[in-house]
């Protein structure tokens, strides 16, 4: 084949070309630490490259997910055991006086006044907070959840009067509870002008007081919460709730909202403000009229019992869910973990390979450039 | 046989050896010459002379000088031209639009999609939270410029092909013309017995030139002209001394220019439309990208990811009774929506005659079939509207279809938060009058890894991520492509080079070989001179 000095130089050319290329390819390599730099040099590894990435970022979006709400839970342990130590405060009460006791009206007063107050702190621990939001609140904690006022019912009518200056922070749907009042009753038809609102059921049925003169005050409590439990993400398509609501907590339903379904978890059935209530009732105080009842006394104090229970059982509830956003953390890290792993062992460079191959392809392309050189030189017109 | 006739046949010599080392000069000179094939003197016996009853010969002469060439190497190397070209094009376009779906560089729209759920993930956290809600926005606003300046990368470079339209046609045309020009000039030369190779070589060279823009066949004809030919269709691009004309059609639509030609030796009326058929070197794999390749197998797709994505999220964000903001009112659509409806378009018109106008506002972008890039509503009248560009030009419709399906904003490029969205209204909250309740936040932060896309088979992010997979392996194969189509084109060149290329020891070696002759036959004109001289000695 005939061989001309263009020939030898384009293939020289393109040869070294190519050479440089190479090289250039991996010195890239080198300088970015990284195999793959554009979805071009390995498009199947970049999809899994791409793919690693966002579910990196999910699992790091997951564990962020996980503080949040282990900050909240571990709140809510401080107040559940908050409230779990008021309880055996009043039970140490109840349980340290005796039927004497009851007789004297000082010591009535006493344990009345004392009573008030365990009262008092129940309601506002069930109204700690985080941050701006109500621990206990469920799905409406922007506001304080639980409160109570004074109120006058008439036994076999659903209307209730009250000072219309204790209205303001009341609304329809709220759930209200005391002595006279039955379980699962909501507000409705409330008037601020009047001072005066009606008892309802779950279905919106007016419900009659089963209690009271129409004269006498009684104590009302209300909750403005609702029985939704707030859930986050803490791993792919796995959602964990994570707020323990006031009415299961302390009113002992998780139907609290007007026409609303009661779920899961319950906790127990009391309703521990109403306990505490008709412990009041049963203590008495100094006035000659409001002499003690021990029976009732007694009785109260055995749902008091009750109340203990459905208050460690919420804080089982909630430690297990610790538990298992703990865990969830672990094998989130783990999974994490994996992934990086698999996409460093993808991306990242073996520095001594490359750095071995770039001198060899150095050392090849320096002597086709020499090899280059010297037969491009070659011409007949030299010797002649 | 006389001395003189010696002589005669020395100086015969003499010229035929100095004509021989002329166009090894003429070889030597243009050893770097592109498209240059060597030549070569046929030396011959010169017809013999009868002479006193004798035959004698009467020296050499040149019978020719003779091009090397190879007609079918030279066809090959205009098919492998025309291969590099469309894919050496199509490469270089697709490198530059790839750094817009380089999510491994830099963080593009698969980590702003990425983000964007992430902060809806943070709301649940808390619903009510005014700083959650603006991270909210704030990473939507982040998608839609990535979503943005992604639409814009790619409708940009479709403009830069329509763009380069010009210059090329007008690049393909000036070679056309010179072809043509150059038959003239061969047909011309060739009936004087001229040597046309020179001429021959320059058109050879145009037209491996002219095959790396367009796909051509070249037949040479027996008075040494040579006809071309497009591929495919096999219009007259050159036929003897006459050339075909290419233009562009500017006028139906500015954004997509139509490519005709009227063939040679034809006229006006036999122009043909070529835009639909040209697939074939630079010219085609120009109007492939700006026709095919980025708005259907990019630009498309981009558009079906923003507008999916879009929809999806209004829907739950405004999803009636499931749906609540902080001030307790039913969410809202979250990103401007899009709207598919049906119209009747006519081309060469700029009106849209449509029934159903509700919804529509001016400035709202408009695609579908006749439809040009880059097409806004211009002004809605009941049942109608006109069509406009960006700058408020009008544009006609470049096709007639009745009920045509018409899709309004529904673009990656009009991907837009709704101007009414605060952070108040941010709907996180699934009930009235409870803004600390999360679950509306929860289910659409959950549409991250919901598979919404390609019918139900992928996520938003695994959309984007097939989307750049693709564009890399597009990438990645143009490359390999054209590395191959270099090799395979500097093998024929190598070939050629063999054949046509000048050897400068063979020329060099051929020059000593015609001095010695040359210096032979001066020393027969000295000898027969001393022999006359002898003669004329004798005589004297």
């Known amino acids: ?384 | 046989m006389s001395i003189s006739a010696s002589m005669q046949i020395a100086v015969n010599g003499l010229n035929v050896f100095r004509s021989a080392n002329a166009v090894i000069s003429q070889n030597i000179a243009n050893v770097s010459t592109p498209g240059y094939s060597r030549q070569k003197a046929i030396i011959e016996t010169a017809p013999t002379i009868n002479l006193s009853g004798f035959t004698l010969g009467s020296g050499s002469m040149i019978s020719k000088v003779e091009r090397f060439h190879d007609a079918l190497l030279q066809q090959q190397m205009a098919n492998s031209n025309t291969t590099l070209g469309y894919d050496t094009a199509k490469s270089l376009a697709l490198q530059q639009i790839e750094p817009a779906f380089n999510d491994i560089g830099v963080d593009g729209v698969g980590a702003a999609l990425a983000r964007f759920f992430a902060s809806w993930q943070d709301l649940t956290n808390n619903p009510g939270g005014i700083a959650e809600r603006q991270s909210v926005l704030s990473n939507a606003q982040i998608l839609a410029d990535d979503l943005h300046a992604a639409s814009k990368t790619l409708t940009d470079m479709i403009t830069l092909q329509n763009d380069s339209l010009t210059p090329v046609i007008d690049d393909i045309n000036i070679k056309l013309k010179e072809i043509a020009r150059l038959n003239q000039q061969v047909t011309t030369t060739e009936m004087i017995s001229g040597n046309a190779n020179e001429v021959k070589d320059k058109r050879d060279l145009l037209l491996l030139q002219l095959a790396k823009q367009i796909g051509i066949t070249s037949t040479e004809n027996s008075d040494g002209t040579v006809d071309v030919e497009l591929v495919g269709g096999g219009e007259a691009l050159v036929t003897g001394a006459n050339a075909g004309i290419f233009s562009l059609d500017k006028t139906t639509d500015l954004n997509s220019y139509k490519v005709e030609l009227i063939p040679a030796k034809g006229t006006l009326t036999s122009k043909v439309n070529l835009t639909s058929t040209l697939s074939t070197g630079s010219l085609g794999a120009t109007l492939a990208l700006r026709d095919e390749i980025i708005p259907k197998d990019y630009l498309a797709k981009l558009d079906t990811l923003a507008t999916t994505l879009a929809t999806d999220i209004n829907t739950q964000h405004s999803a009636l009774n499931e749906a609540f903001d902080l001030n307790a009112n039913q969410g809202i659509n979250f990103f401007n929506q899009s709207y598919t409806k049906t119209g009747d378009i006519t081309a060469g018109s700029d009106t849209v005659i449509i029934s159903d106008v509700t919804n529509l506002t001016d400035g709202m972008q408009v695609t579908g079939t006749g439809i040009p890039i880059g097409t806004f509503i211009g002004a809605i009248a009941a049942g109608s509207f006109t069509l406009v560009n960006a700058k408020g030009d009008a544009v006609k419709a470049t096709a007639t279809v009745s009920v045509t399906t018409l899709t309004f904003d529904g673009t990656a490029a009009a991907f837009s938060i709704n101007s009414s969205m605060s952070t108040y209204t941010v709907a996180a909250s699934s009930q009235n009058s409870n803004a600390g309740d999360n679950l509306n936040a929860v289910k659409i932060a959950g549409f991250a890894n919901k598979r919404l896309m390609s019918s139900g088979t992928l996520t938003y992010n695994g959309y984007w991520n097939a989307l750049i997979s693709k564009m890399g392996l597009d990438v990645n194969s143009s490359k390999t492509n054209v590395a191959q189509d270099e090799a395979f084109n500097n093998q024929l060149s190598v070939l050629k080079d063999s054949t046509a290329g000048v050897s400068l020891d063979q020329e060099l070696s051929d020059m000593m070989m015609y001095q010695r002759s040359y210096q032979a036959c001066a020393q027969v004109i000295s000898t027969a001179t001393a022999m006359m001289d002898t003669l004329l000695g004798i005589v004297r």
């Open chain 1, 1 to 384: 084949m005939r061989v001309t000095a263009n020939m030898t130089a384009e293939l020289s050319v393109y040869n070294i070309q190519q050479g440089r290329s190479r090289i250039d390819k991996i010195t890239e390599k080198l300088t970015t630490y990284q195999m793959i730099n554009r979805p071009s040099d390995d498009p199947v590894s970049s999809g899994t490259l791409l793919d690693i990435k966002e579910k990196v970022t999910a699992y790091d979006q997951f564990n962020v997910n996980i503080t949040k709400c282990k900050s909240w839970l571990e709140v809510t342990t401080n107040g559940l055991t908050g409230i779990s130590d008021i309880l055996d405060a009043a039970r140490n009460l109840v349980s340290g006086s005796s039927s004497l006791s009851i007789q004297d009206p000082t010591q009535r007063q006493v344990m009345h006044d004392q009573l008030i107050e365990i009262k008092k702190q129940l309601i506002e621990m069930g109204n700690v907070q985080y941050g701006d939001q109500y621990i206990f609140g469920g799905g409406n904690n922007l506001v304080p959840p639980f409160s109570q006022k004074s109120g006058t019912l008439t036994s076999g009518i659903s209307g209730v009067t009250m000072a219309t200056t204790d209205m303001a922070a009341l609304k329809d749907g709220m759930s209200v509870s005391g002595i006279g009042i039955p379980a699962g009753t909501f507000i409705k038809n409330l008037d601020t002008t009047l001072g005066t609102f009606d008892l309802v059921n779950s279905s919106g049925t007016l419900i009659p007081a089963t209690a009271g003169d129409g004269a006498t005050a009684s104590t009302l409590n209300f909750f403005s919460g609702d029985s939704t439990q707030r859930e986050v993400e803490i791993t792919t398509n796995t959602r964990q709730a994570f707020s323990t609501t006031g009415d299961r907590l302390l009113l002992g339903s998780g139907d609290s909202s007007l026409g609303g379904v009661a779920s899961d978890p319950t906790y127990g059935s009391t309703n521990i403000l109403q306990v505490m209530d008709e412990l009041l009732a049963a203590v008495g105080d100094s006035d000659p009229a409001n002499t003690g009842d021990a029976v009732a006394v007694s009785a109260a104090a055995k749902k008091l019992e009750s109340a203990s229970k459905q208050v460690n059982a919420a804080i089982t509830i909630n430690s297990s869910r610790i538990l298992r956003v703990d865990n969830m953390t672990i094998l989130n890290d783990i999974n994490k973990s994996t992934l990086t792993t698999i996409s460093t062992s993808i991306q990242n460079v073996d520095l001594a390979k490359y750095g071995m191959q770039l001198n060899a392809e150095q050392t090849a392309f320096q002597a086709s450039l020499a090899a280059t050189a010297r037969i491009s030189s070659m011409s007949l017109l030299d010797y002649l």
